[in-house]
């Protein structure tokens, strides 16, 4: 079982921040937050500080790859790492779009 939440663990990780910051685009639309915080649009600052969470969390996630033993196969090594790295360019990738474009249209 370790092994499967060692595949798993940044794909699903990538999952939970693609919902978290595309539900508080929505929220943030939905709900017409304006205003300013030292002169940066509030909604762009938390979908900033979102997007900024989620990719050093997949690094975080990254990193613990390279540093837990591996009791286990080279396989399974080899398929979470590039796991790892998956979900780090999905995040990277996937939510680019809504933090550049903060627009609610």
Known sequence: MTDVLRILVSPLAWLAAF??????HGSICGHGLTGTVFGVALPGLLLGAGYALAILAQLALLAAHYAWPHPSSDLVRF?????????????????LPVVSITTCS
């Open 19 to 24: 919902s978290a910051v595309y539900g508080l």
């Open 79 to 95: 398929v979470s790492r590039a796991g790892g790295w998956t979900g780090l360019v999905a995040t990277i990738w996937t939510l």
